[in-house]
């Protein structure tokens, strides 16, 4: 409900918050397919296209398997089917145009059928045939929703539109009067009746609509309507400017000094207005317009606004620019596509904004005056001919201006202060004056203080974030302390650090070792709450105990959904860390280690300062010498001696400066970061790289505009075969920093994950960018520079990732799956403190736990990196919480944390008691799940089919949803009996609503409950003394 309220007012992102957070507590939920709708809906206003797609899909597989059921009501039919066509006509992804209109018109037909009395149903398909050419089926079924339903605003705003493409004015004229007095807040109507007498040459009465139009609420792009009001205003005033110029001109010789001086302004007058026309004109502000479409709600087209073409914009009409564009407005492209299948309440419009939306202005229909001469159909003639419809023009808006409470009012005062007086337009919706503040001020999510995301398998007692520990004798908690320890030791520890918003190379951390207190995840409600019905289970009992509980509870009446989230809210963004940073604090010094030897490599303290959460990045130079790694071995002309052929990913990117990103025409700067995708081969791309060195030789020293470069990226170098030598050299390295080590949780994992337990290479040329991001699952990571040139990083403590997505979400960007270069100006407006450093050939950048970063490379090298999961409490948390925060998204989680944390359990010794307790809980709440849903199904008749793993095995995620799937794997029977080696797997919530009784799938149960009791019987915490791994 909360989540309709905020749609509705178009407040977008307080929706998608809400409607994330009801799939994420139940993803079954009854309405969920309308969710998904909606939610494809705004993030395609929101140009997140990936997210939007993937939403329209699941909408429509949910409706398509609804009219599967049996004996499924006429009326429930009725609406599923216009809903379904109504989606794909408005929706680009689903497929090409003409298939879309035609499967769209067939299932509006078939609603029709099951329910004919449906004018909305009546109207989508006057739509849809509008937009294919059939204007005369278009206008019957527009007669037709006017028949079966109370008079519409938008009905008769498109049947003008039909009268104005077949050159009809005063027919047009004629449907927009009707429109704008059954909603004087109309906007689109308004827009295109200002249209309409553009065309007619009556400037002045398009004035005074477009005027009107910007009264209206649904206007949401004034600006582009004030510049053409102006545009307007100067042609108006231009003509009678002229004359006087030319009577004077002709007359300079005879004029006095005062005359020539007037003279002289009326010339500067005129050459102002022609720069402000060419102003204008480069905006796009040119005459002559397509008609606005009217939407569902009444809300009109008009955008300055990217975005896709209208999707029910005629064909075959080209449409020029009149100062908007022709395309809707993201508030009102949202509203436009969502129909409302319910009936509207008696004397109301039909709005129809969305799904189970009553309409909110109150309509007042007409009897027989122009509505009746309006519903002619195309082409047939008025018995006023065309020069009298232009003559009658002006009293026509006048009339329907007056009817809108503006007849006191004259005209004149009317258009030239549209701010002024105290009219208002007479419409029955609630007025918010702030709806944005209104709202803040009731979203749970603004007024809670503690926003951490609180995982579904997370531990109900430890804090997110260690406290700063003694890290052994030294104690590496601070800088100082660090100093002093590493420097005693051995290795040398060099502070070159100004702080003054240059690029830091030597340096060391100014945070302190523990975090904020404000930065700490709150405990889980659970936690500091007397145990209750839902929570009684205990994570130290046996196996036998807890299922046994746990059939108890579910006697109780409680759901098998329900306890796996133990009371805890969705996750919710952090909150900015306070206190805030002083201003001088915003560019800190980075932590950076000289290694002078093997033994300084590999002595402990090092390890543990890098894993300090006190230390969001680590720079260890001089590593390759120290360690007398080859990194010959990685260099261009190596690997293109070893594999020429090994696929390359490329991207096509803008070359700028590191701490700037403009836009391609290089006017504006912004954080969005776009790349073009390609493939290439290592042979190609290192022949493309020795030519741009090349290239770089004969430049001039002045640079041109911004060129496009290529980066080669994500190059896959974990085959042994191939890159034995390359992979046998890695293994110099300390244990912590290993690709591969006891200590290093995605050795755990028990199959490849690409780029995270295997090395990625990335081979640049200067400009080549990695865009901002935090790991996968908040993991940390090693990147090594192969060289000969330096790389130029940025990064952003952990703490802070929260209001780095609210940045991304201001410039309509997704956090997780975008491309995104941030704006340091912004940051440091935001209290943001960003390191930034060089690393030079040779040197390992460690990126601690959950670290913002983002790279671009100074001179022409290569790279390798993967990630490193140490075995600590903190790196677990915060893994688990990505996790569940990428279920509430809808991304997928690169780390099966179930079937990680199941492998630990079987492989690890812990002896962390926070770390311990994680885990354990994790194996509680799946051990449940696994015994619920075994429970369920056997109610059911329906058996599971034991097929165990096999080595190597990856985990399983729901080809739908992409959450991970443990143990009981739902895959359809047709594609099971083909033996395929790989399963096309669902989840139980998307296998239920393919098929409530799961008539077609078979249950495939990858462990024997015995194996897992036993599993979670065994796991103990560890003695102090004995080893973690």
Aim: proline share 8%; aromatic share 6%.
């Amino acid at each position: 409900g909360l989540g309709m309220v905020y749609f509705h007012y178009n407040a977008f992102q307080w929706a998608i918050k809400a409607f994330q957070e009801v799939l994420y507590i139940d993803p079954s939920f009854s309405r969920a397919k309308e969710i998904h709708l909606r939610l494809g809906l705004m993030f395609k206003v929101n140009t997140d296209y990936e997210s939007s797609l993937k939403r329209y899909r699941a909408a429509k597989e949910a409706y398509e398997s609804l009219l599967q059921t049996e004996n499924l009501p006429a009326q429930v039919k009725a609406t599923t089917l216009q809903q379904l066509g109504w989606m794909h006509h408005t929706v680009e992804q689903l497929g090409d145009r003409a298939n879309k209109d035609s499967y769209a018109i067939q299932c509006l037909q078939k609603s029709l059928e099951a329910d004919p009395n449906s004018g909305q149903s009546w109207y989508f398909l006057g739509r849809c045939y509008s937009s294919i050419g059939k204007v005369q089926d278009a206008f019957v079924s527009y007669r037709q929703s006017i028949d079966k339903s109370e008079a519409s605003a938008d009905t008769w705003c498109s049947i003008g539109v039909l009268y104005q493409q077949q050159n009809q004015p005063m027919d047009a004229l004629q449907a927009y009067i009707c429109a704008v007095q059954l909603d004087h807040g109309h906007a689109a109507a308004w827009m295109d009746l200002g249209t309409l007498y553009e065309s007619c040459s009556q400037p002045h009465d398009a004035i005074k609509c477009y005027i009107n139009a910007m009264r209206s609420k649904a206007c949401s792009n004034a600006t582009a309507l004030t510049q053409r009001i102006k545009c307007l205003q100067v042609r108006r005033g231009g003509r009678l400017g002229r004359e006087l110029l030319d009577q004077l001109r002709s007359n300079r010789a005879s004029l006095k000094p005062l005359q020539l001086q007037m003279l002289e302004q009326l010339e500067a007058q005129l050459n102002l207005m022609q720069q402000h026309q060419q102003q204008v004109r480069a905006h796009g502000l040119q005459k002559g317009s397509a008609p606005h479409w009217a939407g569902p709600n009444g809300d009109g087209s008009l955008s300055s606004s990217g975005g896709s073409t209208h999707p029910l914009s005629h064909p075959q009409t080209p449409h020029n620019q009149v100062g908007h564009s022709a395309t809707p407005s993201p508030r009102q492209q949202a509203l436009n596509h969502l129909p409302s299948p319910p009936s509207p309440p008696p004397h109301s419009a039909t709005s129809g904004g969305a799904p189970g939306t009553p309409a909110t202005k109150e309509s007042t229909p007409l009897g027989n005056g122009p509505a009746a001469t309006a519903t002619k159909g195309p082409g047939e003639t008025t018995a006023n001919s065309t020069a009298t419809a232009v003559e009658g023009l002006s009293n026509h808006v006048q009339s329907a201006a007056g009817d809108g409470g503006t007849s006191n009012r004259s005209p004149h005062h009317s258009s030239d202060n549209p701010k002024g007086g105290d009219h208002t337009p007479t419409t029955h919706t609630p007025t918010t004056s702030a709806p944005h503040k209104k709202i803040n001020n009731i979203h749970p999510a603004v007024s809670s203080a503690a926003s951490s995301p609180i995982s579904a398998i997370s531990t109900p007692s430890p804090k997110s974030t260690e406290p700063g520990q003694s890290t052994g004798p030294h104690g590496l908690n601070s800088p100082s302390t660090t100093t002093a320890a590493l420097s005693s030791a051995g290795p040398a520890t060099v502070v070159n650090g100004n702080g003054k918003g240059g690029i830091s190379e030597d340096s060391q951390s100014p945070l302190k070792a523990d975090p904020p207190a404000t930065c700490r995840r709150p405990t889980p409600p659970h936690a500091r709450t007397p145990p209750s019905s839902s929570s009684s289970v205990s994570i130290y009992p046996s196996s036998t105990d807890v299922l046994k509980a746990c059939r108890n509870l579910g006697k109780n009446g409680l759901s098998s959904s329900s306890i796996l989230l133990d009371k805890c809210p969705p996750p919710r963004l952090p909150p900015p860390p306070s206190p805030v940073l002083p201003k001088d604090k915003l560019n800190p010094p980075t932590p950076s280690i000289y290694l002078e030897n093997k033994r300084d490599a590999f002595f402990p303290p090092l390890h543990q300062f890098c894993t300090n959460p006190s230390n969001p990045v680590t720079v260890i130079r001089g590593l390759a010498g120290a360690l007398k790694l080859d990194l010959g071995l990685f260099s261009t002309k190596t690997l293109v001696e070893a594999n020429p052929d090994h696929l390359v990913e490329c991207r096509t990117q803008l070359s700028q400066p590191a701490d700037e990103n403009w836009d391609l025409s290089g006017t504006k700067k912004m954080w969005r970061c776009e790349s073009g995708r390609a493939h290439t081969t290592i042979a190609k791309y290192a022949q493309y790289q020795a030519a741009s060195f090349q290239e770089s030789l004969r430049e001039n020293v002045a640079r041109g505009p911004l060129k496009h470069i290529k980066f080669g990226t994500n190059i896959d170098v974990s085959d042994e075969r191939k890159w034995k030598l390359q992979l046998q050299e890695l293994s110099k390295l300390p244990a912590f920093a290993r690709v591969v080590s006891a200590g290093n949780l995605l050795s755990h994992v028990g199959h490849t994950i690409l780029g995270m337990n295997t090395v990625q290479l990335y081979m640049k040329v200067p400009g080549s960018r990695i865009p901002g991001h935090q790991e996968h699952n908040n993991f940390c990571s090693v990147n090594i520079n192969i060289g000969p040139g330096d790389c130029e990083w940025f990064a952003v403590p952990e703490p802070y990732w929260g209001v780095m997505s609210n940045f991304c979400e201001k410039n309509n960007i997704n956090f997780l799956m975008g491309s995104w270069w941030p704006n340091l100006e912004d940051l440091y407006e935001a209290d943001v403190p960003v390191y930034r450093f060089i690393q030079r050939p040779g040197d390992l950048v460690w990126l601690n736990t959950g670290t913002v970063h983002w790279v671009q490379a100074i001179g022409w090298c290569n790279n390798i990196a993967w990630n490193v999961g140490p075995l600590s409490a903190h790196q677990y948390k915060l893994a688990v919480e990505r996790y569940e925060w990428n279920k509430l998204q809808s991304v997928k989680s690169h780390v099966p944390m179930v079937h990680l944390s199941w492998n630990m359990a079987r492989n690890i010794k812990v002896s962390d008691h926070k770390l311990f307790q994680m885990i354990k809980y994790c194996l509680l709440r799946t051990l449940k799940q696994c015994q619920s849903v075994k429970e369920a199904l056997a109610a059911a008749g329906k058996e599971t089919v034991l097929q165990g793993r096999n080595r190597d095995e990856p985990a399983h995620y729901c080809t739908i949803c992409e959450v991970e799937v443990f143990n009981l794997l739902f895959v359809r029977s047709e594609l099971l009996s083909r033996k395929q080696k790989q399963y096309v797997v669902h989840c139980q919530d998307c296998a239920r609503k393919g098929s409530a009784e799961l008539d077609n799938f078979v249950v495939v149960e990858k462990h024997r409950m015995d194996d897992l009791m036993q599993v979670y019987d065994q796991f103990t915490l560890a003695p102090l003394h004995s080893s973690s791994s």
